[in-house]
T-cell receptor, first 111, second 114 residues
């Protein structure tokens, strides 16, 4: 089967840098996606890593190491609005074009 | 352009009643997904459509749940004989072509079964 592990909660202060880790177990790996969800809102796509290395998009970066079955989302210059839940996801191994999501990490940013 | 829309935004129903939830995906998106999310929990996959076909219905919790998609566009999720444990937010998402990893979500339907 497939499994993804994320910390349940991470806390940080405004202006800091925070890293949200995701380890996965899956066969037929096709890349790691990250989504953000604010309370009461819908998930929004943040990034996708198909290959090893770091992808940067503004204050957010995402990293993947396929050999370690590990990735992380890095948020820099934290703002209060970054308080949200963050989900990592991998492609389903049954060959369908759908995602299996992790349980999510709740990020709390304090002043 | 328009995003994914869902209706109704909120639905309160009595136990035992049937409900229909609607999803309008982004125009041209071939893949459509239904998820369920309980308060503070993760995303529970329900069903996935590619065009009008549903290659994967493995997430439907019971035979009270069914879904269809017509014209490669609008989808309806139907829950028959609702139970209190069906109370949750039902989210629909769509994606284009091979970009399954980049899903666009609708605002969800909050279902409350009393």
């Amino acid at each position: 089967g497939q499994s993804l592990e994320q910390p349940s909660e991470v806390t940080a202060v405004e202006g800091a840098i925070v890293q949200i880790n995701c380890t996965y177990q899956t066969s037929g790996f096709y890349g790691l996606s990250w989504y953000q969800q604010h309370d009461g809102g819908a998930p929004t796509f943040l990034s996708y890593n198909a290959l090893d290395g770091l992808e940067e998009t503004g204050r957010f970066s995402s990293f993947l190491s396929r050999s370690d079955s590990y990735g992380y989302l890095l948020l820099q210059e934290l703002q209060m609005k970054d308080s949200a839940s963050y989900f990592c996801a991998v492609r389903d191994t049954k060959g369908f074009q759908k995602l299996v999501f992790g349980t999510g990490t709740r990020l709390l940013v304090s002043p | 352009g328009a995003g994914v829309s869902q209706s109704p935004s909120n639905k309160v129903t009595e136990k035992g009643k049937d409900v229909e939830l609607r999803c309008d995906p982004i125009s041209g998106h071939t893949a459509l997904y239904w998820y369920r999310q309980s308060l503070g929990q993760g995303l529970e996959f329900l069903i996935y459509f590619q065009g009008n076909s549903a290659p994967d219905k493995s997430g439907l919790p019971s035979d009270r749940f069914s879904a269809e998609r017509t014209g490669g566009s609008v989808s309806t999720l139907t829950i028959q004989r609702t139970q209190q444990e069906d109370s949750a937010v039902y989210l629909c998402a769509s994606s284009s072509g091979q970009k399954f990893y980049e899903q666009y979500f609708g605002p969800g339907t909050r279902l409350t079964v009393t």
